[in-house]
C-alpha cells in the first residue's frame, strides 16, 4: 500500500484543475493533508481569487505560508498585490536609470500598465512560476489549486513570447548600431532623429552599461519560466488531476481541458468524479432516483470519454466540507481509490 | 597642370565606381532597417491600441526604451511631439 502510495506523493507538483465550484480546492486540501500524514512536507497553493482555502480549514491564510497543521503550510496569492509589488520595484529601478525629470511620466506609465487586464493574470503566474521553483523547494509536495488550462498553457509559451519581445528590442540595439555604421560606410546618412545615442552612448547615463543589466533581469524572469515550463512537461515531477462533477457542464469543460492539455503534450494523471450521491444513501422519494439516474449516465460517459485516465470517485457528504477530519476522510477515500485504480 | 586635373578626374572616377558599388546596397540596409522599426512600432501600437501583449508585464524595465525609441520614430516622421495622448515622451 505504501509503495504505491508513494506514486502519486513522488511527484514534486500536484496541480489540482477544474471547472469553478467541483471541488478543486477540497480534493486538493485533501490530497494534501494526506500526504503531510504520510510525513511528506506539503504547501498547498490557492490561485482562486475567491480563497476558500482559507474557509475549508476555518483559518485566515494570507499571501505568506501559514501553518494548517503538522507538515501542512497554505498560501492564498494575491495576483493584485502581487502586480503592485512588480510594478513598484520596476518604478525604483528604472528612476534610478532615467533622468529625473521623466520621474511622473514613469509613474503615470506604469501605474497604466498595472491597470491592465493582463497584469493579474501575469503576476499570478510569475508567482505559480517561482513556487514551482525556488519557492517551492523546500517542501516534498506542492498542491496547486487552481483552473488547469488556462494558466498552464500560458506558462508554456511564455519563454518563447517573452525571446521575441526582448530580442526585437535588446539584441536590436546592436543590430540596429551595425546597421547604422554600415550604413555609414555605404555613404549613406543617418537622418536626423535616428539619433538613439542616448541608449547606445552608454557614458551618458548616470550609471554603467544599462542594456546590460535590463538584458540580465529579463533573461533571469525567462529562465524562471522555461524552469517551470520543463517541470510542467516532466511526467515525473509534475501531476495533474482533473476535477469535475457529474454533470453536462462539468464533462464538456473537462473535456475542452483533456484535449488542449493534450495537446500541449501534459499528461493527465487522473480523474476525480467529485459530489457523486453515495451507494448507501437513502433514494426512495422519486426526486432523487432521478437524480441518480442522470448521475449514471453521467458516470458512464465519463468512464467512455476518460477511459484512458484512472477515475477516482468521491462521494458527496452530507455537511459541508469543513475542517481537518472531513478533509482526513475526504483524503483516504482519495487514496484508497487511487490505490485500486 | 594637367597631372592636377588628372587627379581630380581620379577622383571623380573614384567616387562614381564607390557609388557604382555601392548604391544597390544601400537600399537593402536602409529597409532592413525599417522593418525593425517597424516590429517595433507594431509592438508598442498594439500596446496602446488595447491588443494584449501577455510579454508587456514581464519586460516592463525596457519602458524607457520605448519612449525614446517612440521618440526617435515621431520626430523621424517630421512630428514635433508625440501623437499619441498617452506616450508622453516630449
Known sequence: MAAILKDLFEHHLIFVGGKGGVGKTTIASAIGLAAAKQGHSCLLVSTDPAHSLGDIFDMTIGERQTRLTENLWGLEIDPDAESTRHITSVKTQMKQLVHPRLYDEIDRQLDLASYSPGASEAALLERVADLMGDGGSGFDLVVFDTAPSGHTVRLLSLPEVMGAWTDGLLRHREKASRLDAVLKNLGGKTRKGDDLSLIDNTERHPTGSTVGTLDEILQKRRRKFIVARDKLLDATTTAFLLVLNPDKLSLLESQKVVTLLTRFKIMVSAVVVNRVLPDDADLQGSFLRARREQEQTYRRKIDTTFSQFPRIVVPLLQHDVCGIETLDSIGQRVINEWLGR | ?90
Open chain 2, 1 to 90: 597642370m594637367a597631372s592636377r586635373q588628372r587627379r581630380s578626374w581620379w577622383k571623380h572616377f573614384q567616387l562614381l565606381l564607390s557609388e557604382f558599388y555601392q548604391a544597390p546596397y544601400r537600399g537593402a540596409i536602409a529597409r532592413a532597417k525599417r522593418d525593425e522599426d517597424d516590429l517595433f512600432m507594431l509592438f508598442v501600437f498594439a500596446e496602446l491600441m488595447g491588443v494584449p501583449n501577455p510579454a508587456t508585464y514581464y519586460t516592463l524595465e525596457m519602458q524607457p526604451l520605448l519612449l525614446e525609441r517612440f521618440h526617435a520614430w515621431h520626430k523621424r516622421m517630421g512630428m514635433e511631439h508625440s501623437p499619441l495622448d498617452h506616450f508622453r515622451c516630449c
